[in-house]
């Protein structure tokens, strides 16, 4: 069990690390767009910076699912990408079909992944809720100089 932990903890940290930095970048992206479309564009504009947000952010967790899924291929757990990649997506985003299972050595990697995912999601989730946030404030302030 401890083993698990010594492996998996400084993998939920790096992917802490680097979802913090998509996020910083996503928001900080977002924030000077808007100030640049606001003054020459309307909802549809920023709508396309929201877009460009949501993927950045959306690639961020694939890559966290990547990392994962190479972590299990270094442990020996799968030999093929496409299934270890498969494998760490379900426990990340938490679906759990649970067609493909690690074996006792490894097993808890998977809920330590699952409660990454969770946190990671939560955190995309809530830079995109800023961003919004951010939108619906800019359109008003925009409306009520008209």
């Given amino acids: 069990m401890l083993i698990n932990l010594a492996i998996g903890l400084p993998t939920v940290l790096l992917c802490l690390v680097l979802q913090a930095a998509f996020t910083f970048w996503s928001v900080r992206y ?3 767009q808007s100030n640049r479309e606001t003054a020459v564009a309307g909802p549809f504009v920023q709508i396309r910076s929201l877009l460009a947000v949501m993927v950045v952010l959306v690639l961020g967790n694939f890559l ?4 994962w899924g190479s972590l299990f291929i270094v442990l020996g757990e799968f030999s093929e ?3 270890a990649v498969y494998h ?3 426990n990340f985003s938490s679906l759990g079909y649970g067609d493909v299972v ?11 992944e699952a409660a990454n995912g969770v946190l990671m999601f939560g955190l995309t989730g ?6 919004l946030q951010q939108m619906v404030r800019t359109l008003t302030e925009r409306a009520g100089e008209k």
């Fill in 30 to 32: 977002y924030y000077r």
């Fill in 64 to 67: 966290q699912i990547m990392i």
């Fill in 81 to 83: 990408l496409y299934e």
């Fill in 88 to 90: 760490s997506a379900v």
């Fill in 102 to 112: 690690m074996t006792k050595r490894w097993k808890l990697l998977g809920p330590l």
């Fill in 126 to 131: 809530a830079a995109l809720m800023a961003i």
